[in-house]
């Protein structure tokens, strides 16, 4: 199926896999930029500078980007289960103004208050960073409403390559800014950052745009006339329904990053009280930043599948089809399981060596301890997906906010304790996790009747990574007694073993029907030929 004469449909296991091979490039990039940005920072204490005002921002561009491109994808998708394709282009630019205002308003508010904000942090030198990455929200309000569309058409492509492009340009850019400006200070350092950031987003913009130029050439000859209603009640009828939708998405996905901004304004003062040196404390505090940051790579193969499945089940509910959304749910819990399953098994197994690799320090004890947050993320993330394509986007919101306020009370008891401090961050983000999990799934079955049995498909992933650790990890070892202890000893060794982990992984997978012809063919019937997977019976 078609979206007009230019764009193909995706499916679900095809625009993941494009999405998580550009969120895979994305995050390997990211993850060797932050141990260069570190050493040019002074290590972790002056990075804690760069990552709180990059909290600031990410809170900030959350409020102004969550909403309304995933209320876009979903408008546009349930808009082209009819005839009329040139109603979802008329949404679209209605969200696109939206858009702009709200980016333009925004990024005034962070301009002004730069300076309090950074104070407010207790990290008073990321006022300019702050100041400097706030034109960034205009630029990316625009650049969201682009994808939000393209993904509504089911075509991951465009939001794929921009991203890479984004990212390269960024690291470039940040990296040679930093350079330059290493000699004024910390201050002007993380502005230098920022203003890589700022690149990126304009290269973004560019790609997508060039993407959505030719999906309107395509579908020029191919609009059909509006049916008697008046323009403006049609605008109107529009603008009611983003704002449904974009409303309680906005409040979950800010409520979620308000979490993250929380602990900026917690950790620190909480450390402090549990008798930490303050320079500790910024050191610790940097060290659970730099975990996070790796946690979020295996995260965003988890985010790509969400952008992924909404459209799916969103045309899928609106077409009152509720089995076959239940399928498909089912079927992404899946993916998912054969995505994060492996890699929290893998970071706990390997968080030495990959410390040592991005050159993170010898607290990789946190990293093995935060690993298994990637599973349950995944879920909560899914699940927020999945009730937001069924319009239960208020019960999301709410359920996220109480895993918020969870979090933010056990973060102030734990960290408190002399005895735990910075690993008390650790046991208030599973705590966190488990409240929306047992709530999104009573709400999603009691009020839509859609029983999702999450934990159906994962066993196979389970064997699987298990399975993989018993010749990767003795290789790596073997290779690192055999190669020595330096820098590009290590790394070989851990990429011939991390190799190999995923060769054996996705052998046991396929043996024991983890993943099968099927799975592959909505990829690349090519590659399911190429591999000779037989039917599942």
């Known amino acids: ?74 408008v546009v998708t349930e808009l082209m289960t009819g005839t009329d394709h040139r109603q979802s282009k008329r949404a679209f630019r209605i969200a696109r103004t939206a858009m702009m205002v709200l980016g333009a308003v925004l990024t005034l508010v962070l301009l002004i208050f730069a300076k309090p904000i950074a104070v407010a942090t207790g990290y008073e030198d990321a006022w300019l960073g702050i100041a400097v990455i706030a034109p960034n929200i205009l630029l990316c309000s625009v650049l969201s409403a682009y994808r939000g569309y393209l993904q509504g058409l089911k075509n991951m492509t465009p939001t794929a390559i921009s991203q890479v492009a984004e990212q390269c340009v960024h690291l470039f850019v940040s990296i040679v800014a930093v350079l330059l400006l290493r000699n004024k200070g910390v201050v002007w350092m993380v502005a230098g950052a920022s203003i890589g950031t700022l690149a990126g987003s304009v290269v973004a913009l560019l790609v997508v745009y060039y993407y959505y130029h030719m999906q309107c050439s395509a579908d020029r000859f191919e609009t059909v006339i509006c049916s008697g209603e008046n323009r403006k009640e049609e605008r109107s009828r529009y603008v009611r329904l983003l704002l449904a939708y974009s409303i309680p998405i906005t409040l979950s996905a800010a409520i979620q990053y308000g979490g993250n901004l929380i602990d900026v304004f917690i950790v620190k003062g909480r450390l402090l009280a549990a008798g930490v040196p303050e320079n500790l404390a910024e050191t610790l505090h940097g060290d659970l930043s730099a975990a996070r ?55 706990c197994a390997f968080a030495k060596p990959i410390y040592q690799l991005l050159g993170f320090g010898s607290h990789y004890q946190m ?17 927020s997906s999945i009730m937001q394509s069924v319009n239960l986007l208020y019960a999301s919101a709410a359920f996220m906010g109480v895993s918020v306020v969870v979090k933010a009370i056990f973060n102030y008891l734990l960290i408190g304790i002399p005895g735990l401090n910075i690993y008390g961050a650790v046991l208030s983000t599973y705590i966190s996790y488990l409240v929306p999990i047992v709530f999104n799934s009573q709400m999603m079955l009691k009020k839509r009747g859609l029983k ?52 054996v992984y996705f052998i046991v997978m396929v043996k024991i029907g983890g993943i099968c012809k099927e799975d592959i063919d909505s990829i690349s019937p090519k590659f399911s030929k190429l591999l000779g997977l037989k039917e599942n019976k």
């Open 1 to 74: 199926m078609k979206t007009g004469k230019g764009i193909k449909e995706q499916s679900m296991a095809k625009g993941f896999a494009v999405l998580s091979v550009a969120s895979i490039l994305v995050k390997i990039l990211s993850l060797f930029f932050i141990p260069i940005i570190r050493s040019l920072m002074g290590g972790s204490a002056g990075y804690q500078v760069y990552y709180s005002a990059y909290q600031v921002f990410a809170f900030v561009y959350v409020l102004a980007t969550a909403g309304l491109p995933v209320a876009i994808s979903k």
């Open 293 to 347: 940051q790796l946690i979020n790579v295996p995260s965003s193969l988890v985010t790509a599948l969400c952008v992924s499945v909404l459209p799916i089940i969103a045309g899928l509910y609106a077409q009152k089809k509720k089995k076959a959304a239940v399928a498909r749910a089912e079927y992404a819990f899946k993916l998912c399981f054969i995505v994060a399953v492996p890699c929290t098994v893998a970071m």
């Open 367 to 383: 990293l093995m301890l935060m690993s298994f947050s990637v599973l349950l993320m995944g879920i909560v993330h899914l699940q």
């Open 452 to 503: 999702i049995r999450i934990f159906s498909a994962i066993a196979p992933s389970i064997l699987g990574s298990a399975v993989m650790l018993v010749p990767s990890v003795p290789c790596y070892i073997l290779l690192s007694k055999l190669l020595g202890a330096s820098y590009f000893a290590n790394m070989f060794a851990f990429m011939i073993a991390a190799v190999l982990a995923v060769i």
